[in-house]
C-alpha cells in the first residue's frame, strides 16, 4: 500500500486529454513539492515534472503538473501512442522522513 | 551529457551483502550542487526509495532501510556505492542510481538516472 494513491490505470485516445491523480496527506503533498516520472517500458524513470508543476527541459509543454491542497495532477494533452507508460508521483514525508512514491498509473493509448 | 551506470553481481545469496557501484561520467560527483541516490523497484512493482549521499559523505537513508543499507562515496573515481545486508528475496528488484537535484532539501528529484541492473536474491 503506497503512501501515495494514484489511479492504477488510466487510458485515452490520441489527441485526447487525460489527467492522472495523486492524493497524499498534509505531511507530504500538503507541505512539501510533488514531481512526477514516466517510465517507458523497459526503461528506467524519466523526471517528467518537478516543484508541482515544473518542467525539465525537453519536456514538451504538453505535460503539466499542478499541485492543490494534498492532492496533485498530472495532465497530458494532445495524447500520444508514445506517452504509453507508467507514471508515477513522488514527494517528501515530513513524519516518515521518507521518499514517498505513488503506486503509479499505467497509461494505454487506445 | 551526465551519465550513471550501475554495475555489480546480479545474484544474491540469501542473508549475505548486496554491494553495488554507480559510476558517473560526464560531470563531477564532487559538486555541492547535488546529492546522489539509489531507488528499486522489485518485478512488475513501483519505485521505492533507498537512500541519497553528497560528495562529503553525509547521507540521508529510507527509515525502513536505514538497518540494513550503507552508502558511501568514492569522489577519486566519481563512484557512488550502495550495500544491503542480510538480503531475502524480497529484496529483489532493479536498482537504479540517480543524481538528486537538492535546490530544496530533502529532494526527491532525481534528475539523471542510470539504466538499472536487476539483482536477484536466490540459493
Known amino acids: 500500500q503506497s503512501v501515495l494513491t494514484q489511479p492504477p490505470s488510466a487510458s485515452g485516445t490520441p489527441g485526447q486529454r487525460v489527467t492522472i491523480s495523486c492524493s497524499g496527506s498534509?505531511?507530504?503533498?500538503?507541505?512539501?513539492?510533488v514531481n512526477w516520472y514516466q517510465q517507458l517500458p523497459g526503461t528506467a524513470p524519466k523526471l517528467l515534472i518537478y516543484?508541482?508543476?515544473q518542467r525539465p527541459s525537453g519536456v514538451p509543454d504538453r505535460f503539466s503538473g499542478s499541485k492543490s491542497g494534498t492532492s496533485a495532477s498530472l495532465a497530458i494533452s494532445g495524447l500520444q501512442s508514445e506517452d504509453e507508460a507508467d507514471y508515477y508521483c513522488?514527494?517528501?514525508?515530513?513524519?516518515?522522513?521518507?521518499?514517498?512514491f505513488g503506486g503509479g498509473t499505467k497509461l494505454t493509448v487506445l | 551529457q551526465l551519465q550513471l551506470q550501475e554495475s555489480g553481481p546480479g545474484l544474491v545469496k540469501p542473508s549475505e551483502t548486496l554491494s553495488l557501484t554507480c559510476t558517473v561520467s560526464?560531470?563531477?560527483?564532487?559538486?555541492?550542487?547535488?546529492?546522489w541516490g539509489w531507488i528499486r523497484q522489485p518485478p512488475g512493482k513501483g519505485l521505492e526509495w533507498i537512500g541519497s549521499?553528497?560528495?562529503?559523505?553525509?547521507?540521508y537513508y529510507n527509515p525502513s532501510l536505514k538497518s540494513r543499507v550503507t552508502i558511501s562515496v568514492d569522489t577519486s573515481k566519481n563512484q557512488f556505492s550502495l550495500k544491503l545486508t542480510s538480503v531475502t528475496a524480497t529484496d529483489t528488484a532493479v536498482y537504479y542510481c540517480?543524481?538528486?537535484?537538492?535546490?530544496?532539501?530533502?529532494?526527491?528529484?532525481?534528475?539523471?538516472w542510470g539504466q538499472g541492473t536487476l539483482v536477484t536474491v536466490s540459493s
Open positions: 540517480a543524481r538528486v537535484d537538492i535546490l530544496v532539501l530533502p529532494s526527491t528529484t532525481f534528475d539523471y
Open positions: 560526464g560531470g563531477s560527483i564532487s559538486s555541492s550542487n547535488w546529492y
Open positions: 549521499i553528497n560528495y562529503s559523505g553525509t547521507t
Open positions: 498534509s505531511s507530504n503533498i500538503g507541505s512539501n513539492t
Open positions: 516543484r508541482n508543476n
Open positions: 513522488a514527494a517528501w514525508d515530513d513524519s516518515l522522513n521518507d521518499v514517498v
